[in-house]
């Protein structure tokens, strides 16, 4: 019997996430399938219940309905709790669900397991302060940095979300960062799809700092653009970050950890085909 998955969000159309979860199954060769399901602002609840009721095994959750999957679910995991969102939904043997959350451990993992970015001893910047910033605050805590800041436009959320924090968080506003220096800056805010960026100091970015933007784009990101301009030693975006938390979920799922080099390279705007030349 195949096994029915999907991923649930709205606007949902360019989700990638059919494309990523298809290739692990191909890859580890699970049977399974993966939809996209265009949630109603009005009833995600009634949504969720009639994927189950079809015999759906799990869900993908994404913008705007993390939070609210997160109030859905009285299961939830250590990681889905401490993120106040959930973006894996498990339907468990007897039917009841349970809500995990991957997106942290999926960027910290593109970090150091895909990129080679070592923790140890760096000065690490969060930016932003709403539900993206609060979905990874917690991985990067584990992941033991010399030190981690929160900055946020309006100064109060980031306090509110160190406070949050269960181990030690700096927050500030962007101006109070004049003169600091970081190995690492995260950009969680959504300034990019206003085209923006916030409003950062010249010489943010240590000697050998990186950027990493947790959206992507098919064109760099105006983040990513930013720190290329601030001469940054690695610009990233959120591409492997999405396939890792992808990975995440399909091993809560499936029991087994699928291969994300090949599902990255896959994806990346202008990487040939496999087999081409
Ligand atoms: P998300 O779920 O994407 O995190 P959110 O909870 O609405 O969305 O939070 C958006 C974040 O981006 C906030 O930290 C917001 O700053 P404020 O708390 O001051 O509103 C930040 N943000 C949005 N547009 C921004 C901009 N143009 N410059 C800087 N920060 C911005």
Redo the contacts with the bound molecule.
Sequence with gaps: MTDHYAVIGNPIAHSKSPAIHAAFARQTGQRMDYGRILGSLEDFPGDVRAFVADGGRGLNVTVPFKQEAWALLADRSERAEAAGAVNTIIVLDDGRLRGDNTDGVGLVRDLTVNQGFDFEGKRVLLL??????RGVLGALLEADPGSLTIA???VA?AQELAATAAGEVQSCGFDQLTGRRFDLTVN????GL?G?V?PLPEGLLAAGGWVYDMVYGDAPTPFCRWGEAQGAARCLDGLGMLVEQAAESFRLWRGVRPDTQAVIAMLRPGSAPSGSG
């Design positions: 932003g302060a709403g539900g993206a910033a946020n436009r309006t959320k969680a805010t959504s300034s206003h923006e916030p």
